[in-house]
């Protein structure tokens, strides 16, 4: 049978444009729009969804207990299909305004696409009864858990179910990007725990309870809190008593995150001869801390460079 160039060309733009279409349709189900309230938590979305569009609401330099509900973040959640927090009340100030204000059905509720990582895990220090005279404390627990490898691998898990929940069509690529970062996380595990050993009954003076589940997992004891309560910054009379607890001669540094202020961390390491190390709170919170893998990387080799 002879096709006329007409036909054969109007064969083949039917073609093309049922290809182009499956093509869209394929991409866009693992398009999730996801804002993410924590660059750690847009780090793990990356790793579970390469394709997604990811936007943080802030970055390593922010202090992600006190944003500011801006008219650019209230935008952003307003497109979102999923919103991926902490929790554990970490973005109590913030985080209902945002919501408020870029009423997006879409992310009101946990049901839905508001995703919780606090509440996939047990967090550490919960408090049976709180009230004001013991500061901005975090009564549900610590929620500041993206430096536990294991509970942010159950993170992971959680966070591919709701993808998926959200997003069926794209099952397969979901399972497939979960059981790549579990063995690259799982497999990156032990190396992190080989290196950290010398670390391991270290004592550090660090600045709020950051980085509580690090610490935890190494073996680190954080002996004092630059913090005289949660959430107040150094005083004198605090550091002073800081300073008399160094003199028992057995603190390797003090540490504080890269979005804390480095003023009380500084006036103390002067007087006791300690070194400061400015942790990455998280992903880009210094040059080397491209990703959840490097980020790990670089806190535990800057810890490990106070030994030496
Ligand atoms: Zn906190």
Redesign the pocket.
């Known amino acids: 049978m002879r096709i006329n160039s007409k036909q054969f060309l109007s064969k083949g733009v039917k073609a093309l444009t049922l290809a182009l279409t499956m093509g869209v349709a394929n991409n866009a189900a693992a398009e999730l729009n996801i804002f993410a309230c924590e660059p750690e938590y847009a780090a793990l979305a990356k790793e579970l969804a390469p394709d997604a569009k990811i936007y943080s609401a802030t970055t390593a330099m922010q202090d ?2 006190q944003v500011q509900a801006r008219p650019s973040l209230i935008a952003k959640m307003r497109q979102a299909d999923l919103a991926i927090c902490a929790g554990a009340d ?1 973005e109590v100030g913030w985080l209902p305004m945002l919501q408020m204000k870029s009423a997006n059905a879409k992310v009101r509720s946990t049901d839905q696409g508001l995703f919780f990582a606090a509440e996939q895990i047990e967090t550490l220090d919960q408090l049976t009864s709180v009230d004001r005279s013991m500061g ?1 404390v ?1 009564a549900k627990g ?3 858990l993206h430096f536990d490898p294991v509970r942010m691998l159950d993170v992971a898990k959680a966070l591919t179910n709701k993808m998926i929940q959200l997003d069926p069509q794209a099952e397969s690529e979901y399972e497939a990007a979960l059981v790549s970062f579990s063995q690259r996380w799982q497999a990156a595990i032990p190396n992190w725990e080989a290196k950290a050993k010398p670390l391991q009954g270290s004592k550090v003076i660090a600045y ?3 980085f509580k589940y690090l610490f935890n997992w190494i073996g680190i004891e954080q002996v004092a809190d630059l913090e005289p309560k ?2 107040i910054p150094p005083s004198s009379s605090h550091l002073a008593s800081l300073l008399s607890r160094t003199k028992q001669g057995d603190i390797l540094a003090i540490v504080i995150a890269s979005y804390q202020s480095e003023r009380g961390a500084e006036w103390l390491a002067e007087r006791s001869d300690l070194p400061v190390l400015v942790l990455p709170m998280s992903v880009g919170g210094n040059d080397q801390s491209v990703d959840l893998f490097s980020l790990y990387d670089s806190a535990i080799d800057m810890l490990l460079s106070a030994k030496n």
């Open positions: 992600p207990h970490l901005d975090h610590n929620p500041h709020h309870s950051s949660p959430g």
